[in-house]
């Protein structure tokens, strides 16, 4: 078992029975499923899910971005999400006067980096793809974001994810380990990514971590790095080439800011954190203890620097932030092994063929 957070250790591994009956509880309904007792509905269109085993931090926003950019030129793809702490409930359609309160953070960046690309939230997909559908009758294609696990409905392809870092093979069950659904759940996935590879992963390694997996026959792997850009300014959108001489106020909100940390740690002069919870809303007393933070960093070339999750949740402060240096990261993922265009390749055809495979 591999545990991400090591002050919790001790208190996750007190939870182990806790483990075993959610390990019982998610086995029973997987059973359900699969003997067709609970059903899952599948729909006339190609339905694209990016998920996970695990909770949070494997690269699901990137990778959901990442397919975004590459199929909107050639289809008119439509994104669900549920719409994680959301203060709404319901299906809604991300418009130009949607927040950060209405729709959840992932969705509104989603919006604001893509606001040609339809955008909905609602928990319960099953009513959502119809009303998504009905908004917006020229839709050809709907991602799925982190709905591996919803097997209400049935994907016409999963891709599912894993960080190279706490593969979902080497994980335990909630609330020891991160995984919320079996590991012999993978089967059900037709692409599998390793996340979060250093760049300097080998093929050796490669076919040891496939070997681990076990990788079937019908299935792909394929192993993806983060890439991070030039940060721009929360509210003036200008770019800043950051130098090594910086030290750098970290300010994150995000499941598992583990590659971010390493990544500021190689590039700047040193930083110190400011940790929130996963989708954390932000107050006014938080901006005023960030902005105390930074005063205190003694440096003459100092920053704050959040990631584009965080940047959306911060926005509403836009006068506030104005005049400080307050700059986002951007991210994508990079396939490794030059194997983009065959990653991209399988998503087009499935979607491009779907109607002589049904």
Request: charge should be neutral; include cysteine; proline fraction near 5%.
């Amino acid at each position: 078992m591999n545990f991400n957070f090591p002050l919790l250790r001790p208190i996750r591994i007190l939870l182990f029975p806790l483990s075993i009956v959610y390990a019982f509880i998610i086995r029973i309904r997987n059973f359900l499923f699969d003997k067709n007792i609970l059903s899952s509905t599948s729909f006339n269109l190609p339905v694209i899910c990016v998920g996970n085993l695990a909770v949070g931090g494997t690269g699901k926003s990137p990778m959901v971005e990442f397919l975004i950019k590459n199929l909107k030129n050639e289809f008119a793809v439509a994104v669900l999400s549920r719409g994680y702490k959301r203060k709404t409930r319901g299906y809604a359609l991300a418009n130009p006067m949607s927040t950060v309160i209405e729709i959840g953070d992932e969705p509104m960046q989603f919006h604001i980096k893509f606001p040609d690309v339809p955008i909905a939230v609602g928990e319960e997909r099953i009513v959502a793809i119809p009303q998504l559908l009905h908004d917006i009758p020229s839709t050809q294609a709907i991602i799925l974001d982190d709905a591996f696990q919803h097997r209400s409905v049935k994907a016409g392809l999963n891709i599912l994810l894993t960080d190279y870092n706490n593969l979902f093979t080497r994980d335990w069950y909630l609330p020891t380990g991160d995984l919320r659904d079996e590991k012999v759940s993978y089967k059900r996935a037709d692409i599998i990514i390793v996340t979060k590879c250093p760049f300097e992963i080998d093929n050796e390694e490669k076919e040891n971590i496939a070997r681990e997996i076990n990788v079937l026959s019908h299935q792909q792997i394929f192993f993806s790095a983060i890439r991070y850009g030039i940060p721009y300014h929360l509210t003036r959108f200008d770019e800043k080439k950051v130098s090594e001489d910086t030290e750098v106020l970290l300010v994150t909100g995000i499941a598992n800011p583990r590659s971010l940390k390493k990544f500021v740690l190689d590039n700047y002069k040193t930083y110190y954190q400011l940790s929130y919870n996963d989708h954390h809303i932000y107050t006014i007393d938080d901006l005023k203890e960030i902005v105390r933070r930074y005063n205190n960093v003694q440096a003459k070339e100092k920053i704050i620097l959040t990631t584009e999750k965080d940047a959306v949740r911060l926005a509403k402060f836009h006068n506030e932030i104005e005049e400080l240096p307050f700059y986002v990261i951007p991210v994508e993922p990079e396939f490794l092994f030059d194997e983009a265009k065959a990653f991209t390749g399988l998503i087009t055809n499935f979607i491009a063929n779907f109607e002589n495979a049904i």
